[in-house]
């Protein structure tokens, strides 16, 4: 791997998604009553899958050809695990504001996490070979599920 002659939508990938692994481990909450305190980390409830989607995010930026940009079913992929990982951290992100006990306490390894994932998914998006698309990716997979349904290699 030469981080010099990576593609752009590749590096930014892997930066963004090697943030979002860190700041799993980091404090997302911290506690702190009558003066005894504690923090939690990311790696709690869906907390697991946000980590795991920015592994798998990681992953499809570092597999292949890494002077090109993801072919369009790559793409698609690293779309469907960078919006899953928004997604969840988001709806963390209300979830904790909502409640009275929890909401001030939110940790900077919560806002790393999440400005992470949304940088996954924004750098995904905007960096993408231009003849990408939505619409031609879900074709390709309807096509390929249909194939491998009808027991065609």
């Known amino acids: 791997m030469n981080f010099q002659t990576m593609n752009k939508q590749r590096k930014w990938m892997l930066i963004a998604a090697a943030v979002g692994v860190i700041s799993m481990f980091m404090p997302w909450i911290k506690i702190s009553i009558f003066g005894m305190g504690g923090s939690q980390n990311g790696m709690h409830g869906n907390g697991i899958v946000v980590f795991i989607c920015f592994l798998a995010g990681g992953l499809i930026a570092f ?8 072919d369009q079913s790559k793409w698609m992929l690293a779309i469907v695990a960078s ?16 409640n009275p006990f929890t909401s001030g306490m939110i940790s900077f390894g919560f806002y790393l996490a999440l400005i992470a ?9 905007i960096f993408r070979d231009k003849s ?6 879900l074709n390709e997979w309807k096509e390929k599920i249909e194939d491998k349904t009808k027991g065609n290699p």
């Open 63 to 70: 597999l292949g050809n890494q002077e090109k940009s993801l």
């Open 83 to 98: 919006a899953l990982a928004a997604l969840l951290m988001i709806i963390n992100y209300f979830r904790i504001t909502d």
């Open 117 to 125: 994932a949304l940088a996954l998914l924004v750098v995904t998006i």
């Open 132 to 137: 990408h698309n939505f619409k031609e990716g």
